[in-house]
């Protein structure tokens, strides 16, 4: 038997050993566009002109890993697609402009289906100002395949990475966290039964933070950022990987979601669960940072340290090892 691809992580970081760091068109010798950030953060970025960088993400959602037509309606599967791209342009502070969708789709699957899919997706890019401009269209033997790739702008130079975190910087995060997770236990636990869409709207419908993260770029609040599709816990570790750093996480300050009040979600779903697409990001400590920007709550949950490992303080007073347990493509189980 094969042996199965490489873990997410460690995939990535061959590759980025692998690939030149140099942005020049090889083919031609011309610098038409050169690369400014590769592979390593939410988008990569290009400089294209004289007063902005291009940013390029792209994100898959597959059927039977991303979403379940029994679970899912097409609508929120159209949705989250593009909302899949949209959260990482904001996580670089950027702005959207167009989409473009690659879908493969089975021979029997009903048009009605389609139709509503692409009725969530569309609602989705009008909300943004996102125009889909393009993409391709092709038959799958199996289930339902969406590649989305969205384009977004940035002011030159201003796009906030992964790797900006420094020693002393509080550690923020936006909303609240582990309702998606939430969600799909329940549709685990009861998987012929329906989660109510309307106490779940952040798994079905989430809604990319894109105004949150240009105004963290406007007023230079946010030293790093990413957000938070892994979850918590894998994502800090990006950031702390990025910029050589560790981190202290106060486990009372984790903003859990509701999902029933006054019932919060179980504090491993909170620190591991990922899809809530909230915005993790470090300001440092001569930054104010207001408790609401953009309509959104910011926590305060720890600090950066040059540590560079993760600890977690419980609320039993203990302090242990935070290890990263979010979602990871090709992990063993």
């Known amino acids: 038997m094969a042996p199965m691809p490489l873990p997410e992580r460690d995939l990535i970081a061959q590759l980025r050993r692998r690939v030149s760091p140099g942005g020049r068109n090889r083919l031609t010798g011309r610098a038409k566009a050169s690369i400014r950030v590769g592979m390593g953060d939410d988008c990569a ?6 007063d902005l960088d291009c940013l390029v993400t792209t994100d898959f959602s597959l059927e039977g890993i991303h979403f379940r037509r029994n679970w899912h309606p097409p609508e929120s599967v159209g949705h989250r697609c593009l909302a899949r791209g ?12 167009a989409a473009f969708l690659s879908l493969a789709l089975p021979g029997a699957l009903p048009q009605s289906w389609v139709r509503a899919f692409f009725r969530g997706l569309l609602r989705m890019a009008e909300q943004h100002h996102v125009r889909l401009a393009g993409g391709d269209t092709a038959e799958s033997p199996n289930g339902v395949l969406a590649d989305i790739v969205v384009l977004g702008t940035v002011p030159r130079g201003q796009a906030i990475l992964r790797s900006g975190a420094r020693p002393g910087d509080r550690i ?4 609240t966290l582990g309702g998606s997770a939430a969600a799909l236990a329940q549709l685990r636990r009861q998987p012929r039964k329906k989660a109510d869409e309307r106490q779940f709207a952040r798994h079905f419908y989430p809604e990319p933070r894109v105004q949150l993260g240009r105004m963290l770029r406007e007023r230079k609040l946010a030293t790093a950022m990413i957000d938070t599709s892994d979850g918590l816990s894998t994502d800090l570790a990006h950031i702390c990987e990025e910029s050589g750093v560790g981190a202290e996480i106060d486990a009372s300050s984790i903003p859990n979601a509701r999902v029933g009040q006054p019932r919060s979600v179980d504090l491993d779903l909170a620190l591991h669960g990922g899809e809530d697409y909230e915005l993790l990001f470090t300001v440092s400590t001569r930054a104010r940072v207001p408790r609401t920007l953009a309509g959104v709550a910011l926590t305060e949950i720890g600090r950066i340290t040059s540590s560079r490992k993760i600890r977690l303080h419980r609320m039993d007073d203990k302090t242990v090892p935070l290890k990263p347990r979010g979602w990871e493509h090709f992990r063993k189980k």
């Open 172 to 175: 923020f995060v936006s909303g």
């Open 45 to 50: 970025v290009l400089r294209i002109g004289s």
């Open 86 to 97: 949209l959260s990482d342009i904001a996580a670089m502070g950027g702005e959207p402009v």
